[in-house]
């Protein structure tokens, strides 16, 4: 079976792109299930029919977006830093919002936060009440010196974002960057989903992100970090909602640098798509994961390896990066691989222009032939047919 969805290529196309990331893991829980996700900027006339048409007869390609006539397919390459390239975020008297900032990522970078910097104030958020181990560790990171407060808000409800934006702004001063880590799992195969955990999962990521942003809009943040998860850009079993929650993050990002670019939003957003982190709360079933780290060569993040990647792609000014530890060589293999040739990433991590691809084979001309000789096939719709083809070649 295979599923097309399209969507329009505009400003906030990206609002759509969590669906991609949804047939991925679609593709991963029924390897007999195909899902493309295509954008396109025109469906004049018969474009639209025709290039599904084409890209029917290469299933394997995820993510496809048209803009002026031109063919573009979704890849990775590697980010070439130097373990010297470091850039820490935080300032001095800096004022810092870590959502989820009570769960394990938030306490491991509050706690690299205040050991870098003094002076610095964090507001950490989460909905529950802070457990007697949670206020323990506030604790100790106050001891440092720095004022450290945590706030009962969920990220999912606008009207409780605006005021807790207000209010950090009312009584520190300024609020310098945000770290949104706030997240939830359901997992479930995507058969089984049911609506609630789907907005459960859903909620923080993106009405949580969208609240942030507007409620942050006019403040002059140095960045604003998302952590995301491979989920969102590779798909996961049993995370249709995750995948798609994470990879709606991904693309806000470079939506998000755009408003920057035009002066209607301050500081550099990056998502990051985090893999399993050896300390995070948010963790696989033993046997899942030691299955799924030996078939991709994946091993669980160390913590200063993590802290370190943050550094690193924030000094590489890019939109979206995908960490990943372990078996480099099986990594790039499964990631980079020669199909999807090598972006700069660096330029924006954008979508990749193809330019490696399959030829069209006879079969597909001899079809061709036939459609023109019965009158199925128009002039123009042949023309358009072989502009995509030779695109692809
Ligand atoms: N840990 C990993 O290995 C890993 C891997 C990839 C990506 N990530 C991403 O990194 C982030 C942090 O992960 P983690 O391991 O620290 O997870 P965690 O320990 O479960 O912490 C997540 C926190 O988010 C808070 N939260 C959930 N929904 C919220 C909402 N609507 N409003 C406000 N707070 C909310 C939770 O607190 P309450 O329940 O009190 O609200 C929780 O403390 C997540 O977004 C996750 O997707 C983590």
């Known amino acids: 079976m295979l599923i097309q969805m399209v969507a329009p290529l505009d400003g906030e196309s990206g609002r759509f792109s969590g669906l991609a990331a949804m047939l991925k893991t679609l593709r991963l829980e029924h390897p007999k299930c195909y899902g493309q996700f295509i954008e396109m900027d025109d469906m004049a006339g018969d474009k639209l029919a025709y290039r599904l048409h084409n890209e029917s007869r290469n299933p394997e390609e995820p993510m496809i977006r048209y803009r002026h006539d031109e063919r573009f ?24 919002l870590l959502t989820g900032g009570a769960g394990s990522l938030g306490l491991i970078f509050a706690e690299e936060m205040v050991s870098q910097v003094r002076q610095i104030t964090l507001i950490l958020t989460g909905r529950s009440q802070l457990t007697l181990h949670q206020q323990g560790q506030i604790a100790e990171l106050r001891n440092s010196g720095a004022r450290v407060s945590y706030e009962q808000v969920d990220v999912s409800d606008k009207e409780s974002v605006n005021r807790l934006i207000q209010s950090v702004v009312a009584q520190y001063g300024s609020l310098n960057g945000i770290l949104h880590g ?128 943050l550094y690193q792609i924030a000094s590489a000014g890019v939109d979206q990066a995908m960490v990943m530890e372990g078996n480099t060589a099986q990594l790039r293999a499964a990631v980079c691989s020669d199909r999807r040739p090598a972006i700069d990433v660096k330029s924006g991590g954008d979508l990749l222009h193809s330019s490696a691809s399959e030829m069209p084979d006879d079969a597909f001309f001899l079809h061709l032939t036939q459609q023109i000789s019965s009158g199925e096939l128009s002039e123009e719709q042949l023309a358009e047919i072989l502009k995509v083809s030779s695109m692809r070649g």
């Open 73 to 96: 397919i979704a890849g990775w390459s590697e980010l070439g830093i130097s373990q010297e390239e470091l850039h820490i975020s935080w300032k001095e008297h800096g004022v810092y």
């Open 182 to 309: 706030a997240g939830v799992c359901r997992d479930s195969f995507l058969m089984k989903k049911t609506r609630e955990e789907l907005h459960s999962v859903l909620d923080p990521k993106v009405n949580g992100l969208v609240h942030l942003d507007q409620a942050t809009r006019g403040i002059r943040l140095d960045f604003f970090y998302l952590f995301s998860s491979i989920a969102g850009s590779l798909g996961n079993p049993g995370q249709a909602d995750y995948a798609a929650a994470n990879a709606f993050m991904d693309s806000f990002a470079s939506y998000r640098n755009g408003l920057v670019m035009k002066k209607e939003r301050y500081g550099q957003t990056i998502s990051v798509n985090w893999p399993l982190w050896q300390e995070g709360g948010m963790q696989m079933d033993e046997s899942v994961r030691r299955q799924r780290m030996e078939q991709a060569g994946m091993a669980m993040l160390r913590t200063d390896k993590g802290i370190r990647a």
